[in-house]
């Protein structure tokens, strides 16, 4: 079955443990906020059941892109003033989204107790998601490591900048210092032309190979374009104003790529809180 242009024969996962998929840059203002928002409605589009958290902790905007004011956010849940299914957001195009942004510091250094009954909490209910999209902060602080380190897929974002290519490059060596195996897909971002954005991948990952011993996945490219910028004004994501637009046929071939990339192991997965829990306190260091 084909719907919107995307084929809904991708890769099943365990019922009862949603796919995670983090989005995340060596730095800010590379559009990463957007490409998740987008990515987010398309995966709803093919009838993916997704619950995007907001883990942007200093940059959080998935709220204002999507033109919602959300009632609590995860720092509710911690000071025990409501239960974390009371905090998710119903957003537009049938996605969830649970308001992170303000709380992620409060999250890190939360007792352990509090965190296990947030797991526990969150275990009762996950089974509703096919995938927990993670839009993170930008670096490598322990604040956005805790969330990108447990991803069972990493969408890394990069623009022709050269601090966002050193910076990017930063991201995937600290990675690869914790976790060999999880997939990293590069996206090319506020390109020239599609052209620029091969250029940009095969330069980032000739580096990752020549000095990590390792490799990036190509997702596609993004040229710039001024509708991108108008949507996010308007708080009216592409996917659903512009649903034919140039970016947003490259964000279409980019989920495609996404969805065809293999998890792992899939016999050690845990619960997104869990695996939270295990990376909160990894020291990951400098670069």
Known sequence: MITNGFSLSS????????????????KGGVGKSSISVNLALLLAQIK???????????????????????????????????????????GPGGIDILP????????????????????????????????????TGAGVHDTVMSFVLGADK?????????????DAYGMVKVIRQTNKDVPIMMISNMVGKEENGESLFKKMNLMVQRFLDSQLIYGGSIVKDELV????????????????????????MITRRLLKLPITDMSNRESFFDRFMAYKRVNVGGV
């Open 48 to 90: 993916k059941r997704v619950l995007l958290i907001d883990a942007d902790i200093h940059l959080g905007n998935v709220d204002l892109i999507l033109g919602i004011r959300p009632k609590y956010t995860i720092a509710d849940v911690i000071s025990g003033e409501v239960e974390l299914k009371d905090v998710i957001t119903q």
């Open 11 to 26: 890769l099943k996962i365990d019922k009862n443990l949603p796919e995670i998929l983090t989005i995340t840059s060596g």
């Open 100 to 135: 992170a942004a303000s709380a992620v510091i409060e999250m890190l250094e939360a007792e352990d107790k509090v965190l296990s009954k947030m797991a526990e909490s969150f275990s009762r209910f996950q089974h509703k998601y096919d995938t927990v999209l993670v839009d």
């Open 154 to 166: 990493i969408a890394l974002v990069v623009t022709p900048d050269p601090a966002s290519i050193a």
């Open 229 to 252: 910028a108008q949507s996010i004004q308007k708080q009216r994501p592409l996917a659903l104003d512009h649903p034919n637009s140039i970016p947003m046929n490259s964000l279409k």
